[in-house]
């Protein structure tokens, strides 16, 4: 079974940092492309960061380049979202995904 679990929101204030996990299992993590998005509230889901499980590329959202880094631990099966000056409108709820099911998501707060 494809499985993603996000982890590591929190509340903070503005300018803090978080740093969010995911863990994936159930499928072969190099034959994969393992996005971010976030919801928040009021507003549709949207795409933050993804990287390619194969060659390590990766992609941001213009809103959130030069504040957040994606990484992964390929032995671990593990991504990570780095997020620093984080400012109130990344609120939401974060999900780490690769095309599949939703699972549960993690969410952030970022007080002014």
């Known amino acids: 079974e494809v499985q993603l679990q996000a982890s590591g929101g929190g509340s903070v204030q503005a300018g803090g940092s978080l740093r969010l996990s995911c863990v994936a299992s159930g499928f072969n993590f190099e034959q994969y492309i393992i996005g971010w998005f976030r919801q928040a509230p009021g507003k549709e889901r949207e795409g933050v960061s993804c990287?390619?499980?194969?060659?390590?590329?990766?992609v941001y959202a213009d809103s959130v380049k030069g504040r957040f880094t994606i990484s992964s631990d390929h032995a671990k099966k593990m991504v990570y979202l780095q997020m620093i000056n984080l400012k109130p409108d990344d609120t939401a709820v974060y999900y780490c995904?690769?095309?599949?099911?939703w699972g549960q998501g993690t969410l952030v707060t970022v007080s002014s």
């Open positions: 990287m390619d499980g194969y060659d390590g590329k990766t």
């Open positions: 995904n690769n095309g599949g099911s």
